[in-house]
């Protein structure tokens, strides 16, 4: 007997997203039951007094997705802790983290001042460890998984291919690379360019104009061989690289048979 698998997606959303919500109502995608709910993810869920609040042993499946830039170093290990307090006996996590580390395939992009791509990247890292973010928390994902008391715990890198310098059916190459320039030109734009009243900004516009149009000139270039690491877990080595098809079934045992979710990433 097939039942009801119930889940609960979390990322960082945008406030843009309300925006949309009457036009959502209207599309017919298939999807019976959706509720939205802002939360802190820094503060434990069990502040939460509304009457909408997660509650212990709730969900069969959750899917925690790109949240390095919101969560705090130290908050890793008690975030997931209360991650497995939702899950249903027998549930599943599922977390994926990209790391914005710039890479090459054919070693073309060094590890240089002289390169926009690692000076943006060298930027990433040193605004988010500044703002008590782990911008390569993909890479302790396992270890605290297992900390946790998570059985099963496969994690693992997957290249995220930049570009269509590797291009099959299916690869995300061209999407991404739109992606990737657009978060280039916004995520340090603030921490690079902006400062709080009577403090001065560690770049100028100019300058931050000038390394990021550097930066995106570098992703135009399909001769680097361009990629980043994502870390996925569950981990599925079979399945490389990320595909616009790629679909994760996740299966949980409930009363009476076999339930089975899918997540298209």
Known sequence: MLQQVVGVDIYLGSRDDDEDDDDDEEENDGIQEFEKKRW???????TDASTTRLRREQ?????????AEGINTNRWRPYIRELKELLK????????ELELV???DNGRLAPSPSEPLFVWSEWYRHTMQQ???NPRIGRLLGQHLQSEGFDS???????????????????LDTDIRATMSKTIETLLLWPCAGALAGQRPPMSPDQYRAMVQGAQTQLQDDSLRLYCQVYVAPFDAAVLPLTMQQVYCIRTQAAGGTSSTMIEL
Do not use: H, T, Y
């Open 59 to 67: 969900f069969d499946l959750i899917n925690s997705r790109f949240l």
């Open 102 to 104: 710039f890479q090459s």
């Open 40 to 46: 802190n993810l820094n503060a434990p869920f069990r």
């Open 153 to 171: 715990v496969s994690v693992g890198p997957r290249r995220l291919e930049i570009g269509r310098w590797n291009s099959g059916p299916g690869l």
């Open 89 to 96: 006996p027998g549930g599943w996590l599922q977390m994926v």
């Open 131 to 133: 703002c008590d973010k």
